[in-house]
């Protein structure tokens, strides 16, 4: 996905490639976010541990 954001973006232009960078870099941080999600929702879905 990133490399289909980067093709859209004009290298001459710097407030363009500012804009880029940033949205890239939300992306990936969207991504972390997901995946930390799906981790929390698979542990959610495992059985519960009885204590003893």
Not at 6 to 19: F, G, Y
């Amino acid at each position: 996905m990133k490399e289909q954001v980067q093709r859209h973006i004009d290298p001459s232009d710097e407030s363009a490639r500012r804009k880029g960078d940033h949205y890239i870099r939300m992306l990936d941080a969207q991504l972390i976010e997901c995946a930390y999600t799906e981790q929390m929702i698979e542990q959610l879905t495992q059985p519960y541990a009885e204590v003893p």
